[in-house]
């Protein structure tokens, strides 16, 4: 017999518990908030109670002020809710602190996954898979064509890039939390040891990594040295700074960006970017199925991204599966 699990409502302002009067991600102030991770597509100020892990909380209140109402819950560790509700937070392989919420009620078990990957990323605990009856998903590259290349291959033509041209700096756009980090760790896996220039929006997110263990070794600011220092050196900046006035003092930058985007080349001359760097801290296609058949729910919830390309896989592969109308969810730059 097929169950509704009314108990999960997804509503436009994210997915509201109804026994235990609380959400999962919203999108408005709430009484009592489930955050999955500190990207502002998922977490914001307001709430009453903000249950979420610890780097997840110190991310918030880095960004959004937020501090009161704080409830730090470790991977593993299970909640009791009002209702009957238990939640345990497992790590979802998407940036520092992320988290996959396990929802449980009535006998019921349904996963929640906020954003995700399964590449290892030295930067964030791994992804966990984790058996459920509803797998709630995000479907961000849920399209064939996006199948990421490996890391060490956009890392290693970074790095030619650079060697090629010592006189010049390569500029990498890169989303200022989780996206620089990780590019930041993977280089310094590659053996590029050289000081790594940030633009100022990048040093406190920086700071709150290494707070957690994050080794990103020599970071310096752009705006501490002179410009000819820079040529032969890489700099990290926010996508927006790549093209403004900011960028002009820069010695000849070559213009790179790190974002799973990159794989369309449309948004790379959009973008002016000379040097694509197909990085992404989102599952890509290969990944997302993957995930669908290890879990193996009774159903598939997908909240945001390339719904129809995903609803047609389970379709073609006899698995129950409905888009849910979300808003306001995915990352611009990834």
Not at 25 to 42: E, F, R
Not at 70 to 82: H, K, M, S
Not at 128 to 145: I, K, Q, S
Not at 261 to 283: G, K
């Amino acid at each position: 017999m097929a169950r509704d699990f009314a108990w999960i409502r997804p509503e436009p302002e994210g997915i509201h518990i109804a026994p235990a009067d609380c959400w999962i991600d919203p999108s408005i102030p709430v009484a009592h908030a489930l955050v999955t991770h500190g990207h502002s597509d998922h977490a914001r100020g307001g709430h009453g109670v903000t249950v979420a892990t610890p780097e997840t909380l110190a991310i918030m209140e880095l960004r959004y002020a937020t501090s009161e109402g704080a409830r730090p819950v470790l991977y593993g560790e299970t909640l009791r809710l009002p209702g009957d509700v238990s939640a345990t937070f497992f790590p979802a392989g998407h940036v520092l602190g992320s988290a996959q919420i396990l929802l449980e009620h009535a006998g019921e078990r349904v996963v929640v996954t906020g954003d995700f990957k399964r590449r290892p990323d030295p930067t964030c605990a791994p992804f966990e898979v984790v058996p459920c009856d509803v797998l709630v998903t995000e479907a961000t590259f849920a399209l064939p064509v996006f199948r990421h290349p490996p890391v060490e291959h956009e890392i290693a033509k970074l790095l030619s890039t650079l060697a090629a041209n010592p006189e010049r700096c390569v500029l990498v756009g890169a989303y200022a939390l989780g996206k620089a980090q990780r590019l930041i760790a993977e280089l310094r896996r590659a053996g590029h040891a050289a000081p790594i220039y940030l633009h100022g929006a990048m040093e406190a997110m920086c700071r709150l990594y290494a707070r957690f263990g994050i080794d990103l070794g020599d970071l310096r600011l752009v705006s501490d040295v002179k410009t000819p220092e820079l040529a032969g050196q890489i700099v990290i900046a926010p996508p927006s700074a790549l093209n403004d006035r900011w960028s002009r003092r820069l010695p000849d930058p070559i213009t790179a960006m790190a974002s799973g985007w990159m794989r369309v080349r449309q948004r790379a001359r959009q973008r002016m970017v000379e040097l694509p760097l197909v990085i992404s801290d989102h599952a890509d296609w290969d990944e997302l199925t993957r995930t669908i058949t290890e879990v193996n729910p009774a159903e598939t919830w997908i909240t945001h991204g390339r719904e129809d390309a995903m609803m047609r896989w389970c379709e073609l592969n006899q698995r129950r599966a409905r888009a849910l109308a979300l808003v306001g969810y995915e990352d611009e730059d990834d």
